[in-house]
């Protein structure tokens, strides 16, 4: 949140996302999901920034309203010197040069009958970037630049292996060449072998080509090993951020600590998950949330103050900030409130 003004390229500024439901009755209440609740956060240029919560915390919407394809209900969206959320029409088009996403799933994110090389030049086709030529050799090109041979543009998907389905969707991303590229679970569906190769592989790619990285996932493991800066989300808002180094060493709010505990030590994975901070009950409503910190009905650490008021996200230290209020300062270190399992 320190960076300069110049060295950002996505900054989100009290984003919300409500959805309206239905009226349950004639006479009730119109009620509203409160999907993403206030949320900010900036993303340097040629920096990856992990968003990561459980099912349900909002980080895939946060996504979706920042790549425009989910509806912004309030809040300020720039990529550069461009407002994003005030966009529409062709500017909006022209603005998805600048930014693509990756999804979760490289099965139904690929029309099974279109060939891949299709599938990749796609948006160069809709967005009428170069001549039909020079469209031919960026698609080669990006079968290349992804790990794929030039000649497997002719295959349908259903010829590919999973591993191979997401990285024609990463080719398909990148032909726009853009600055910003969503990563929605990129590697979630895929075996824990192929996972590794498709995280080398954008690891590579931002390195190559400058690129911009918003990575949503729900596995700390995976972002521990590609992200610059992460991001807790927890029912629709950050409740913890920082840089990498900073947050794995030390995890501050009860929430994160509870999410470190449930990822494995290396060489001691069976003792680590004897001795997981398991959860009891389920997140509030994003419909009614409490008044007061929205974990607290479910953190071992709580005190009835934590009920009464929402707490700020508050910076403990130097670029690393928490919405708890439990979060003490000893000779000027923060404490968390709740210990990490030996």
């Known amino acids: 949140m320190n960076a300069r003004t110049e060295d950002i390229l996505l900054q989100v500024d009290d984003l919300q996302v409500h959805f309206p439901r239905p009226r349950s009755g004639m006479f009730q209440p119109p009620e509203v999901v ?14 990856t920034l992990a ?3 459980e099912s349900g915390s909002g980080k895939t919407t946060t996504a979706l309203a920042v790549m425009r394809l989910a509806p912004v209900t309030a809040g300020r969206m720039r990529l550069g010197d461009t407002d ?29 009958r279109q060939r891949a090389g299709a599938a990749v030049r796609a948006p160069l086709d809709l967005m009428q970037v170069g001549t039909p030529a020079e469209r031919e050799a960026r698609v080669a090109e990006l079968f290349t630049q992804v790990g794929l041979r030039p000649e497997q543009q002719h295959l349908f998907p259903h010829q590919f292996s999973g591993g191979q389905r997401q990285r024609i969707n990463i080719a398909r991303a990148l032909a726009t060449n853009p600055e910003l590229v969503v990563c ?3 590697v979630s569906a895929l075996d824990i072998a192929i996972r590794a190769q498709i995280l080398n592989l954008l690891a590579r790619l931002q390195k190559d080509l400058g690129l911009t990285f918003l990575f949503i996932s729900h596995d700390m493991a995976v972002v ?41 030590a290396v060489g001691g994975g069976r003792q680590r998950a004897a001795q997981r901070i398991k959860l009891m009950g389920d997140p509030p409503s994003p419909i009614n949330p409490p008044p007061g910190c929205r974990f607290a009905g479910r953190c071992p650490v709580a005190v009835p103050a934590c009920a009464a008021e929402l707490p700020p996200l508050r910076e403990a230290a130097p670029g690393h900030w928490v919405r708890c209020i439990r979060v003490e300062h000893h000779a000027g270190v923060p404490v968390p409130p709740l210990a990490m399992p030996a």
Not at 34 to 39: E, S
Not at 84 to 112: C, H, K, T, Y
């Open 34 to 47: 409160k999907a993403v609740d206030g949320v900010s956060f900036r993303v340097r240029r040629g920096s």
């Open 51 to 53: 968003v990561v919560g």
């Open 84 to 112: 994003l959320a005030a966009l529409s029409g062709e500017p909006l088009r022209q603005a998805r040069r600048r930014m693509q996403i990756v999804f979760q799933d490289p099965f139904s994110s690929l029309n099974p």
């Open 184 to 186: 929605d679970e990129p």
């Open 224 to 264: 521990e090993h590609i992200c610059d800066d992460i991001a807790v989300m927890y029912l629709g808002q950050i409740v913890e951020q920082g840089p990498r180094k900073t947050f794995f060493a030390r995890p501050l709010h009860p929430y994160s600590v509870a999410l470190m505990s449930a990822v494995p």
